[in-house]
């Protein structure tokens, strides 16, 4: 893991040539970069929980029990179908978010609830 630490830089001079983006911008900039991270954080989280599914469900015809594959008990099977509907919510607020930013049309609230859809889902409490 990387380490990360504050840095200070005061009454530092950079010539016109080597700035990045406009003078005085340098908030707004890192504020919208922070924002792609987390769409792609929360992207990155989805395919986490489409391999989690994908494992469970091998898993569930692989593993035998009384006779039977696990997963065709009713219980493993309706576990299996919720895991698929917030895997499903999950994408779809994802893509929603995604094409959003890419008209730049995404408000705050949009942008807060999905992070609370993907949060809640990572947690385990919905």
Not at 2 to 27: A, I, K, P, R, W
Not at 74 to 101: F, S
């Amino acid at each position: 893991m990387l380490s990360t630490c504050e840095v200070y830089l005061d009454n530092v001079e950079v010539e016109e040539s080597d700035m990045v983006g406009e003078e005085g911008m340098g908030f707004l900039n890192v504020m919208y970069n922070f924002e792609m991270e987390r769409l792609i954080n929360a992207a990155r989280s989805t395919g986490f929980a489409e391999c989690a599914f994908e494992d469970a469900a091998r898993y569930a015809n692989q593993r035998i029990a009384f006779g039977k594959p696990i997963g065709h008990n009713q219980m493993i099977q309706e576990k299996l179908a919720l895991m698929a509907i917030k895997i499903d919510n999950m994408r779809n607020m994802v893509l929603k978010v995604a094409w959003q930013a890419d008209s730049a049309s995404v408000t705050a609230h949009q942008r807060g609830a999905g992070k609370t859809v993907l949060r809640t889902y990572r947690n385990g409490s919905h």
